[in-house]
């Protein structure tokens, strides 16, 4: 019923793919992160935020036609029932549940068990097959609690409130979280963003997540002395160029699941790296298997062999699927 090809996994007797890499006749989308959601399929099946979020970043022509999914609506494709179930990762993303004879797999996309105020939280479906990501699938990797982490940026900012405290956080998901962890710790001043997140952080707020006073972070237009102590958010690719050197002695964070590794921190040149993940830890992927008991597992786009190893050694058939083309937009 559903197989990996070089596109994606396929589904044949539906005729449609799920996150395929490339254009495809019929694409179902868990979310809208550019590794997972691409333009030119003949036609979209994913939620109405999804759906939102991928015009926004693409454009309005990002598809021949498009289809909204309901939370828990049944849908069915040639025979093929389809269901859309929260997956907690960022806003719209869910897990696809695709049933037929009795046979149910679950794709997972991405997700997260945490919790967090802008996204609908994840919801465990029962199912023959589980089809998990593995992000961050291997021992090493416990993430701390977010709370935490963005403490240590209200700790920087007393001790250095002459400096710019610009934080890195992706696009899609991981800026709209750390804004909302920021003003969920108390913080309710001004916070500046880079221009690449003001369309998608517009739309979160029409969806009713609230993120406080932000503005714009133009300092063509203002003197770089009037950003000392202040928090700007922006993606992390931004810090590498100009545009981040012109704010007033910039301490450049970066909030990820990949700041557990220091190498990695100090190759970007981080001062303040935050632990704050958008995907499930080791602990949390075994609890989700435990949870959910599925008969088999199958683990794409991560660190796949140690759960596969995991899972054989609970006596839980799995197997690794090396899909290609899933990168960590959404770390």
């Known amino acids: 019923m559903l197989h990996p090809t070089p596109a994606g996994l396929f589904c044949p007797i539906g005729n449609f793919y799920v996150d395929p890499v490339r254009p ?24 109405r935020q999804t759906l939102d979020i991928m015009r926004i970043r693409y454009g309005e022509d990002f598809t021949g036609s498009e289809q909204a999914a309901g939370w828990g609506e049944e849908i069915v494709i040639d025979g093929v029932k389809v269901m859309f179930k929260p997956a907690g990762h960022v806003l719209g993303s869910a897990q696809i549940l695709i049933e037929k004879d009795g046979l149910r797999i679950v794709v997972s996309g991405d997700y997260k068990r945490g ?16 089809i998990t990501e593995a992000t961050f699938g291997l021992p090493v990797f416990h993430h701390p609690d977010p709370k935490t982490e963005i403490e240590k940026l209200f700790t920087s900012l007393e001790q250095f409130p002459e400096r710019s405290h610009l934080v890195g956080a992706y696009a899609l998901g991981k800026a709209q979280r750390v804004i909302r962890l920021i003003r969920d710790g108390g913080y309710s001043e001004p916070i500046y963003i880079h221009g690449a997140l003001a369309r998608l952080c517009d739309y979160y707020q029409s969806q009713g997540i609230e993120l406080g ?9 203002s003197k770089p002395a009037e ?18 050197r012109r704010f007033n002695e910039p301490l450049i964070s970066f909030a990820s699941g990949w700041m557990m590794v220091r190498q990695r921190a100090k190759q970007g040149g981080v001062e303040l ?19 959910i008991a599925p008969q088999q597992v199958w683990v794409t786009h ?22 290609v083309g899933y990168e960590d937009e959404g770390d």
């Open 273 to 291: 790296p935050l632990v704050v993940s958008d995907h499930c830890d080791w602990p949390e992927l075994l609890m989700t298997i435990e949870e």
């Open 24 to 47: 495809v006749g019929h694409a179902l989308i868990t979310h809208g992160h550019s590794d997972h959601a691409r333009a030119g399929h003949g036609s979209v099946l994913a939620t």
């Open 213 to 221: 006073d932000i503005r714009p972070a133009t300092i063509e237009k």
């Open 227 to 244: 950003f000392a102590g202040a928090v700007v958010v922006g993606p992390p690719s931004a810090f590498q160029d100009r545009w981040a």
């Open 115 to 130: 919790v967090d105020p802008t996204c609908a939280p994840f919801e465990p479906i029962p199912c023959d097959v589980f």
């Open 302 to 323: 991560g660190r796949e062999e140690a759960l596969v190893r995991w899972c054989e050694l609970k006596g839980i058939p799995a197997r690794p699927l090396h899909l």
